[in-house]
């Protein structure tokens, strides 16, 4: 079935460093969303992008959407111990604007 | 706004039993309404999508008799597991949305089936 490919699977980093993390697809989507997961919590929407070439900001989160429609980004900058967590790529599969599938997740981890 | 309320949060029963969980829209009126799983350390799975006031869409592999969901109104749906079984421990996700918006999750329910 239809997948999306995040990369990288978990990231430890250094408090205050700027975080890098993709999401692709063999496939063209139309929207590409940016969630969040805490543990034991539900998914919280960071950001969502409907056009080819957007580039979105939510204070210091950054995401694109790839020109090719078949790839995204997300970029923390300065990041802080709260960013930990879950980051999860998600997006309606081709000819399915009812539902969407997720990516298997970036795990960041900030170091002490 | 777009609150997302999913109770309870977490329950504990013996294998057999049947388990309900709710979840509802506060802050607008939800014209679809989707139920996910996760398992640990693993991604969000769709398994069923709800409109108010029809029958629910369950995607392949999900078991309609099993995962029982009403959409009664448009800010309330329910998810019954029926007769539990360890198997069926896990992390059940509600989500939310309204027309074409992104949607919008709750909390999560764990389940532990003893």
């Known amino acids: 079935g239809q997948q999306l490919n995040q990369s990288p699977q978990s990231m430890f980093i250094q408090e205050g460093e700027d975080v890098s993390m993709n999401c692709t697809s063999s496939?063209?989507?139309?929207?590409w969303l940016w969630y969040k997961q805490d543990p034991g919590e539900g998914p919280v929407l960071l950001i969502a992008l409907y056009k080819a070439g957007e580039l979105t900001s939510n204070g210091r989160l950054t995401a694109q959407f790839g020109i090719t429609r078949k790839d995204s980004f997300l970029n923390i900058s300065a990041s802080i111990p709260s960013d930990v967590g879950i980051y999860f790529c998600?997006?309606?599969?081709?000819?399915?604007?009812?539902?969407?599938?997720f990516g298997k997740g970036t795990r960041l981890h900030i170091l002490p | 706004g777009a609150v997302v309320s999913q109770h309870p949060s977490w329950v504990i029963c013996k294998s057999g039993t049947s388990v309900k969980i709710e979840c509802r829209s506060l802050?607008?009126?939800?014209?679809?309404m989707f139920w996910y799983r996760q398992f640990p350390k693993q991604s969000l799975m769709l398994m069923a999508t709800s409109n108010e006031g029809s029958k629910a869409t369950y995607e392949q592999g999900v078991e309609k008799d099993k995962f029982l969901i009403n959409h009664a109104s448009l800010t309330l749906s329910t998810l019954t597991v029926t007769s539990a079984h360890p198997e069926d421990s896990s992390f059940y996700i509600c989500?939310?949305?309204?027309?074409?918006?992104?949607?919008?999750f709750g909390d999560g329910t764990r389940l532990s089936i003893l």
């Open positions: 496939s063209i989507f139309n929207t």
């Open positions: 989500s939310a949305s309204y027309g074409n918006q992104p949607q919008h």
């Open positions: 998600a997006g309606p599969p081709p000819g399915r604007d009812d539902k969407i599938i």
């Open positions: 802050d607008f009126q939800a014209t679809t």
